[in-house]
């Protein structure tokens, strides 16, 4: 169990699914960002996804997009928003994950502990144990990241483990049986199933892609399994909540922000909490 799984357990002994809502950090400044966060813990997340802001996403769709560019325009860099994640975490008693790129975990600033030991690590002395231990440092619980292949995981899952963080791993409806079953026995905290396929963003109706996806996977794993890509409403809350641990909320979250800042967020999230709990239907 990680305080991540544990989160999403004591939601759905409360009997409701978890409510899992994604900021970007920085947007549109990073005390606002980081207000928007503690106002979506106190108005019902039961965990938040912290997004750290990428040139290349490769999953973000174009409200997260332009959100991220708000930020990286201003000049926040990683080490700022774990900066502001500090913050965040000693403020919210709910527990906060990373969600960024790959390429940004590889080329963080390695510990001089590291460079001392002159270990190079597969021939290369690599960043991921100097982000896994900032992350760990600024109190976050674990990490998502969207383009680290399971196959090819091997190494970052060494350093979160070292740093206690918990990992989360997408699968998709074109996800073979094996990569479910591969994917879930990575994933330390919950298994992220996308609704749908393509990039993120808010839609008027959900995907039908959802249900047989979280149906597959219970086939194969007993972790936690949340919903997540195109969940804006409560009713899409609601829906997703019949059939999933938890149900996850980005950018819909994220247009709260910039309609109308830590106000909007808290009656955004209040209303999605509230379509966690009344549809509710696992045993």
């Known amino acids: 169990m990680s305080r991540v799984s544990d989160a999403i357990a004591k939601a759905n002994a409360d009997g409701r699914a978890a409510l899992i809502v994604y900021l970007p950090a920085g947007f549109p400044d990073m005390d606002t960002s980081r207000a928007c966060l503690e106002a979506a813990a106190a108005a019902g997340a039961d965990l938040l996804e912290v997004g750290f802001p990428y040139s290349d996403p490769l999953m973000d769709g174009p409200t997260i997009q332009q959100a991220n560019q708000v930020a990286m325009d201003a000049g926040y860099t990683p080490s700022d928003d774990f900066e502001m994640c500090g913050r965040l975490t000693a403020a919210i008693d709910v527990p906060a994950v990373v969600m960024t790129y790959y390429n940004i975990c590889w080329h963080f600033p390695v510990p ?47 350093a979160a483990a070292a740093a206690d963080l918990a990992s989360i791993f997408l699968v998709a409806s074109t996800s073979d049986d094996t990569h479910l079953a591969d994917a879930a026995d990575a994933s330390t905290g919950f298994v992220y199933a996308t609704s749908t396929l ?35 409403t409560a009713v899409h809350a609601r829906t997703v909540a019949g059939f999933a641990d938890g149900v996850i909320v980005g950018s819909a979250a994220v247009r709260a922000v910039a309609d109308g800042g830590p106000d909007a967020v808290t009656a955004l999230v209040a209303d999605l909490a509230e379509g966690c709990r009344r549809g509710y239907r696992r045993s």
């Open 112 to 158: 001089a502990r590291r460079l001392a030991d002159a270990r190079p690590h597969h021939g290369v002395p690599d960043g991921l144990e100097g982000f896994a231990g900032a992350a760990a440092q600024a109190g976050l619980a674990g990490a998502i990241i969207p383009d680290l292949p399971v196959a090819e995981s091997g190494p970052w899952l060494d």
């Open 198 to 232: 393509g990039v993120t963003g808010a839609r008027e109706s959900l995907s039908q892609r959802a249900r047989p996806l979280v149906e597959r996977l219970r086939r194969v794993t007993d972790r936690p399994v949340c919903v997540g890509i195109g969940v804006s």
